[in-house]
């Protein structure tokens, strides 16, 4: 299949396959003429990194997902390398959660402070 049939069946733009060609995740085929095929699998592939970059994995940590399904695997996330990176992903939201949480708690101690000071409450 052309590219615009993959990004079509894959729900994603043609520009999204040629950033995940770039960075690795798909190998296509090349014709005698120099266009690109892609396969079944490819589809498979782009779907996958699609979801797993809605989760906020980088395209990078998207490789242990594909090579768990370039060998063999009906699911991308059942391979070792997978779990590590869905725990490294869980370690990153945490990280930022508390993060998050530390700065709610400034804000709102700088709110409770510019209000009680404006109501002449100092």
Known sequence: MHISDLAAQAG???KAVRY???QGLLRPERQPNGYRTYTEQDVVVV????ALLSLGLTAEQTYPFIECLRAGNERADVCPAS????RTRIADVDRRISELTELRAKL???LTDAESWRTGAR
């Open 83 to 86: 779990l590590t990176a869905y």
């Open 12 to 14: 994603v733009t043609v």
């Open 20 to 22: 995940y060609e770039a």
């Open 47 to 50: 779907r996958e990194v699609k």
């Open 108 to 110: 709102t101690d700088l």
